[in-house]
């Protein structure tokens, strides 16, 4: 469009500069005809005043014609520029209908993850974790949020359980849950293997979320259920043996609501 009215531009300017010269050509041939008639007498040699007039006649003629021409063009000009604007107009109002409809779903959006957010759930589940050492190099910490904590003997098994190294005892030997996000966090539970073995290791864990204590084991329970009271947001769960002995549970889980950013908290 643009190209197009930019040699329309160059083609009017010729042709109004050239009609501008024989406009000021007709004029000066009109301004000559009373001198002409007074100075030169009539006769043959002498201009024929007559055919002058009829020529400068239809000179003023084909300028109407052309300024007629113009005026069409004009019109024809305005109304393309009409429809454009109508046209852009239409596909504005498309484009504002289409963001309205798309900031409706993400207000939609956002209301249904501000209610999963405030609900409390299991966040914990086939996490990422980690322990820093492992018995017999089976007996791994991803075994601690896989979901399965049946209360059946069949640690090596269909129950698995996780265990740091006997051969690697020392103060805080320690497991860890990375929740891949920051969350608020309301309960960790503590599922203790269905075995004897190993009961008195249990009692003074040290749980904490991120930096935070957020709670001690105390006796032997096969569920050791810690509530987290106060504002607490933690992207890491850990729970450390401040004692030499080793870590082992069947499960453990973790729950809060979440995730939150930092300008969240």
């Not at 959006?109 to 589940?125: A, C």
Request: one cysteine or more; a neutral charge.
């Amino acid at each position: 469009i643009c190209r197009r009215r930019k040699i329309g531009s160059i083609v009017k300017n010729n042709t109004f500069t050239m009609n501008m010269l024989r406009y000021s050509l007709i004029i000066s041939m009109i301004c000559l005809l009373p001198s002409l008639q007074l100075s030169q007498p009539l006769d043959n040699k002498s201009v024929n005043n007559s055919y002058l007039i009829n020529k400068v006649l239809s000179l003023v003629r084909d300028l109407v014609q052309d300024v007629r021409g113009y005026k069409d063009l004009v019109s024809e000009q305005g109304k393309t520029v009409e429809d454009l604007m109508t046209k852009h107009a239409e596909e504005m109002e498309e484009v504002k209908m289409d963001l309205k409809k798309a900031l409706d779903q993400l207000d939609g959006l956002k209301s249904r993850m501000d209610v999963m957010r405030s609900e409390v759930r299991l966040i914990s589940q086939h996490k990422l974790t980690w322990q820093n050492s492992t018995y017999v190099d089976r007996y791994h910490s991803d075994f601690l949020v896989d979901g399965v904590y049946r209360m059946t003997d069949d640690e090596g098994g269909i129950n698995p359980i996780q265990h740091t190294d006997d051969d690697q005892v020392g103060p805080n030997m320690m497991v860890m849950i990375d929740l891949g996000a920051r969350f608020k966090i309301h309960t960790v539970k503590l599922w203790k293997r269905t075995s004897s073995c190993c009961d008195g290791r249990n009692p003074g864990l040290l749980i904490y979320a991120d930096d935070t204590l957020v709670g001690v084991t105390k006796g032997v329970k096969y569920l050791y259920n810690i509530p987290v009271s106060g504002e607490v947001y933690a992207s890491k769960i850990y729970v450390k043996q401040p004692a030499s002995m080793t870590v082992n549970f069947l499960e453990i889980q973790v729950f809060g609501t979440g995730p939150f950013g930092e300008d969240e908290i």
